[in-house]
């Protein structure tokens, strides 16, 4: 595997990003030492080592929806600050 070079200055222009001159050595010493690790990764023997696409089980852990009673309306109503019609009432957000 070929060593990359990676531009900080030129990602950071493409992301519209002001590095200083320190930012910019900084980062590229990180980045460096990031590939490094990623080279190393790639230089481990898997020999034998059947791939898998998730290293964790996937099963769903999450609880099962239960109905439960809502809130009535006229409760809800009482705590917002705005309402006509019993309906709740928000600022515009979209201009038309």
Do not use: W
């Amino acid at each position: 595997m070929a060593d990359p070079h990676i531009d900080v200055r030129y990602v950071a222009n493409l992301a519209r990003i002001d590095l200083s001159n320190d930012e910019v050595a900084r980062f590229t010493t990180q980045l460096e030492d990031v590939m490094g690790y990623i080279k190393k990764l790639g230089e481990v023997d898997v020999e034998g080592i059947e791939p898998c696409t998730h290293p964790m089980i996937k099963s769903n852990r999450v609880r099962k929806d239960e109905p439960a009673p809502s809130l009535p309306a006229g409760d809800f109503l009482q705590n917002t600050p705005d309402q006509a019609n019993d309906q709740l009432r928000v600022p515009k957000v979209v201009d038309a």
